[in-house]
């Protein structure tokens, strides 16, 4: 398949998703819980923005990390997965429901 016919394919998709949406939002204009499905589409759609942003910015933060904290014996991933590891483990210590002793 000729890189045209791919470019053309795409946008054929993208168009048709767009006229979609389009139509879904109209369609649920008039619907009785429109205002919730108006709320929870612009909460996904802030999610999906907010999401992509971070991952464009997650390989500056690595490269700048692995700058500030070179490990020779651990690879940037596995010490950035570890300090997850360490927070969550410290956050689910703290929130731990404690059994009185018997």
Do not use: W
Request: glycine letters at 12%.
């Amino acid at each position: 398949m000729s890189l045209i016919a791919i470019k053309a394919l795409a946008i054929a998709v993208i168009l048709l998703v767009a006229f979609g949406g389009g139509l879904a939002a109209l369609r649920t204009r008039d619907a009785d819980n429109a205002e919730r499905l108006f709320s929870l589409g612009s909460v996904f759609g802030g999610g999906v923005f907010l999401g992509a942003g971070l991952n464009h910015m997650l390989p500056d933060a690595v490269e700048q990390f692995s700058d500030l904290y070179p490990a020779p014996d651990m690879s940037t991933g596995t010490a950035i997965s570890s300090g997850r590891g360490m927070r969550c483990a410290a956050i689910a210590r703290r929130t731990a429901v404690r059994t009185p002793p018997a």
